[in-house]
């Protein structure tokens, strides 16, 4: 059902950022949340039950209700932050994705039960996200945290600190700087 495909301008109507503009994949059927302009990267659904590991699809490309009460919202921010931080990296320091490859990240939303972090994964060339714990913490999509977990995939390939003691204090140290560069660069006043 995927042969046909193109991309396409839908709406995020983000937790964190507010309504902004999402790259989206144009299926048979609607919608789904790819995004070809930028390497393909896409979002799914790490939650367990009904839809887990599916990628999110949508049939009239407008994704969540600014709000945790639908659980899209969230794929939404993880959707928003990868592509900003895409465009930072490509308009800043002129690189073509994490691996300057021009290929996409997935990101992995509703990971965990009451998991209040996010984490980037070589395995899977993966950002993934947890819900928070429900008090304190919120889901763990926003801007900064993205640019923070993609920085980590960049570090990776360019500087190669190895995440232990005072090489894994620089990686961390890096990944908080181009999180926050991020977001300035963003300039998003919702946020």
């Given at each position: 059902s995927n042969r046909e495909s193109a991309a396409a301008n839908g709406t995020g109507k983000t937790l964190y950022s507010g309504n902004v503009a999402l790259g989206t994949n144009?299926?048979?059927?609607?919608f789904e949340l790819r995004d070809p302009s930028r390497g393909g990267g896409y979002t799914i659904?790490?939650?367990?039950?009904i839809g887990s590991g599916q990628i999110y699809k949508d049939t009239d490309n407008t994704?969540?209700?600014?709000?945790?009460s639908d659980p899209v919202s969230t794929?939404?921010?993880a959707q928003f932050g990868v592509a900003t931080t895409w465009d930072y990296y490509k308009q800043v320091h002129g690189r073509s994705g994490i691996a300057n490859d021009g290929k996409g990240a997935a990101s992995r939303v509703h990971y965990g039960r009451k998991y209040a972090n996010a984490?980037?994964?070589e395995e899977c060339y993966c950002i993934t996200y947890g819900d928070g714990d429900g008090r304190i913490y919120g889901p763990m999509v926003n801007l900064d945290i993205t640019g923070h977990?993609?920085?980590?995939?960049?570090?990776?390939?360019?500087?190669g600190l190895?995440?232990?003691?005072?090489?894994g204090g620089l990686n961390e140290a890096t990944s908080d700087i181009f999180g926050t560069?991020?977001?300035f660069y963003a300039d998003n006043a919702t946020d």
């Open positions: 144009s299926v048979t059927g609607g659904n790490a939650a367990t039950g994704w969540g209700n600014n709000a945790a794929a939404a921010d984490f980037w994964s977990e993609i920085s980590h995939g960049v570090t990776n390939r360019t500087a190895l995440y232990s003691g005072e090489s560069m991020v977001e």
